[in-house]
């Protein structure tokens, strides 16, 4: 696998890659883009943004944010990210499967593994917004082809869990608020 040109295919031309992308061969050369991706990612992440992370943790005695600080992030994140992944393609799985989706859960953890060349640019301040907006594009057209439904139907199974948990944190606002305010009248 070269990850250089790949990484340039996912991201440039994402249809042409998913369509072309086998769905079955096993987990191996997904999953080592994946990783090399969030190595990458994690690498940036404690390399450039060391001065907001020593100001958000030096309050709790955490000094010296030095080359074992920067080693573990790179270790670390990987490791929860590929966790992440198998957990986030299974929910998208039986999402589309009750979407109508022909598609099986390897095909699934490999379009979301190549969705993970977003992570390269993503350490970046705005940008990281903007191509985290991309990876869901990603994910609908990588679902699209790999469960063989339409760009809508895609779009439902990749945007339902992203608004099922926003539903479910304002409710539990609204929980805590109003429990709030009923102590408060109490009071």
Aim: aromatic share 14%.
């Amino acid at each position: 696998m070269d990850y250089i040109e790949t990484w340039k295919e996912v991201m440039q031309r994402p249809s042409d890659f998913y369509r072309k992308m086998p769905t079955t061969g096993g987990y191996a050369e997904p999953l080592t883009f994946a990783a090399i991706s969030y190595i990458i990612y994690g690498l940036l992440i404690a390399i450039f943004n060391r001065g907001m992370m020593e100001d958000m943790y030096g309050g709790m005695g955490v000094r010296g944010f030095g080359f074992s600080t920067i080693i573990t992030i790179a270790i670390s994140i990987p490791i929860m990210g590929i966790i992440s992944l198998f957990i986030g393609a299974a929910v998208l799985y039986l999402i589309y499967k009750l979407l109508g989706g022909t598609g099986t859960y390897e095909g699934t953890v490999r379009f979301m593994s190549y969705a993970t060349a977003v992570q390269v640019l993503s350490w970046i301040p705005i940008i990281g917004f903007i191509v985290g907006l991309y990876r869901i594009y990603l994910y609908i057209v990588g679902g699209m082809f790999v469960h063989n439904i339409s760009m809508g139907r895609s779009a439902i199974a990749v945007v339902l869990p992203y608004l099922v948990g926003f539903l479910l944190v304002m409710i539990l606002a609204l929980l805590i608020f109003s429990t709030v305010a009923i102590s408060d009248t109490f009071i």
